[in-house]
C-alpha cells in the first residue's frame, strides 16, 4: 500500500506532468507558425518608450526602433525627468525623422511613486493610434520586422498581445540562470494564455489598445507601486478572449541581463511585490505551481526519512523530470535560449530562489533599497 504522503506525492508528480505536458503541447502546437515580412493586418501603430536617464541606450537601440519596416507608425519616446544628454540626443534623432515624438516630463514634475507610471500614461495620452506598442530604452527588436509582426495579432477581439523579451546571452553562470529564469516565466504566462488564462506581460515587448487601456482603469489605484505597470495592467484587462500571444524570434526584444547579482537582486527586488496584487484565481494557480515545484524536490529529502518510497511512484518521478527536461530543451530551441540542457540544474537554484523571493512577493508593500542590500 502507498502511504498517506506516497498519495500526496503522487498527486504533486501528476500535477507536474499536467503543467509540463500542457507546455510541451503549446510548444509543439504552435511550432508552423511562420513569421511574415510584412504585416497580414498593418493598423497604424504608436510605438510608446519610457526613457530616463537612458543616453547611451536611446543612441544605441532607437535606430532599429526608427526604421521599422511598416507602412504607418510613430514612435513616442517619453524623457522622464532625465538629467542625462538624453534630450539633446532625442533633438537630434527628431531633425531626422519626422515619425519620432518626443514627449517630456521635467524634474519639478515628476512623481516620487509609481516607477515609470506616469511617464507611460503621458505617453498613451499623446500617442497618436489606437494600437500601443510598448518596449524599453535598454532594448532592440531583433528585427526590421518587429512592429509588423506584432501588429499583425491585433484585430477586432484581439486587444492584448503578448510578446517576449530575452536577455542577451554572455555565457556566464548568473547569465544562464537568468535566461533560465526568463524562459521559464515566459514559458509559463505564454501557455497559460494559450489556455485562455493570461495573467501577465513584459513591458519589454507587449502591446494592446488605447482603449482598452483607458476601459480598463489604466493605472488607478497602482500609482504608489514601485513596478508592475506591465503586468498589473495586462492581469486587470486581459481575458482569453482578447488575449493573443507572438512567438517568432524576429518578434523578439532583446536587452542586456544584469552583469552582476547585486544588480541581479535589485531587479528581481523591485519586481517581488506586484505578485500579489494579482487576481485571486492567478494568484491561487501560480502558488500550486510554486508549492508543487518544492514538493517535487522535496521528495528527494523525505526519501531519506519517510518510509512512503516504491519503485512505481519514483518511476513516475524520473519520467515527469524528464518530460520537464524535454520541454525545456524544446523551449530553448523555440525561443533562441541557449543552454537548456542544463536546465534541471537551474531548475533546482530556480527553487532557491522561489524560497528567497516569496516573502517579499507576499508581505513586501514597497521595496526599501538599503535593507535588501544589507543580505548581500
Known amino acids: ?91 537630434e534623432f527628431q531633425k531626422k525623422h519626422a515619425h519620432l515624438k518626443v514627449v517630456a516630463i521635467f524634474p519639478s514634475e515628476k512623481l516620487t511613486a509609481g516607477g515609470k507610471r506616469q511617464a507611460l500614461q503621458k505617453g498613451i495620452a499623446e500617442a497618436r493610434y489606437p494600437c500601443l506598442l510598448l518596449t524599453d530604452a535598454d532594448c532592440c527588436p531583433a528585427s526590421n520586422n518587429w ?84 503586468d498589473l495592467l495586462v492581469n486587470r484587462a486581459a481575458t482569453g478572449n482578447n488575449t493573443t500571444f507572438q512567438i517568432q524570434p524576429p518578434s523578439f526584444c532583446y536587452s542586456a541581463a544584469p552583469d552582476g547579482w547585486r544588480a541581479w537582486f535589485r531587479q528581481k527586488a523591485r519586481h517581488a511585490g506586484a505578485g500579489k496584487y494579482y487576481q485571486k ?6 502558488s500550486c505551481l510554486s508549492v508543487v515545484h518544492f514538493l517535487f524536490y522535496g521528495m528527494l529529502i523525505a526519501a531519506w526519512f519517510v518510509p512512503f518510497a516504491n519503485r512505481l511512484l519514483w518511476l513516475l518521478w524520473l519520467f515527469a523530470w524528464l518530460v520537464q527536461w524535454t520541454v525545456f530543451v524544446l523551449a530553448g530551441s523555440r525561443f533562441k535560449t541557449k543552454g ?18 516569496a516573502p517579499f512577493a507576499l508581505t513586501t508593500k514597497q521595496v526599501k533599497w538599503t535593507r535588501l542590500i544589507q543580505y548581500l
Open 281 to 286: 484565481k492567478h494568484v491561487f494557480l501560480l
Open 147 to 230: 512592429i509588423a509582426l506584432m501588429a499583425q495579432q491585433f484585430s477586432e477581439n484581439k486587444q492584448i498581445v503578448l510578446g517576449f523579451g530575452p536577455y542577451i546571452a554572455t555565457g556566464s553562470f548568473l547569465n544562464n540562470f537568468i535566461q533560465y529564469e526568463t524562459l521559464h516565466t515566459a514559458l509559463q504566462y505564454f501557455s497559460f494564455a494559450f489556455a485562455g488564462l493570461p495573467y501577465m506581460g513584459v513591458g519589454r515587448n507587449l502591446a494592446y489598445t488605447k482603449p482598452l487601456f483607458y476601459a480598463s482603469g489604466g493605472f488607478n489605484g497602482q500609482m504608489h507601486l514601485a513596478s508592475g505597470d506591465d
Open 1 to 91: 500500500m502507498i502511504s498517506g504522503i506516497g498519495i500526496l506525492f503522487t498527486l504533486v508528480i501528476t500535477l507536474r506532468l499536467v503543467y509540463y505536458g500542457w507546455a510541451g503541447y503549446f510548444l509543439l502546437k504552435t511550432r508552423n507558425t511562420k513569421a511574415h515580412s510584412a504585416a497580414l493586418v498593418a493598423p497604424p501603430v504608436s510605438v510608446i518608450i519610457c526613457a530616463r536617464n537612458e543616453a547611451q541606450n536611446l543612441q544605441q537601440n532607437l535606430p532599429a526602433v526608427l526604421e521599422q519596416e511598416y507602412p504607418c507608425f510613430e514612435v513616442v519616446v517619453v524623457n522622464d525627468a532625465s538629467v542625462d544628454e538624453s534630450a539633446q540626443i532625442l533633438k
Open 340 to 357: 537548456m540542457v542544463a536546465a534541471p540544474f537551474y531548475d533546482v537554484v530556480f527553487l532557491l530562489y522561489f524560497l528567497a523571493f
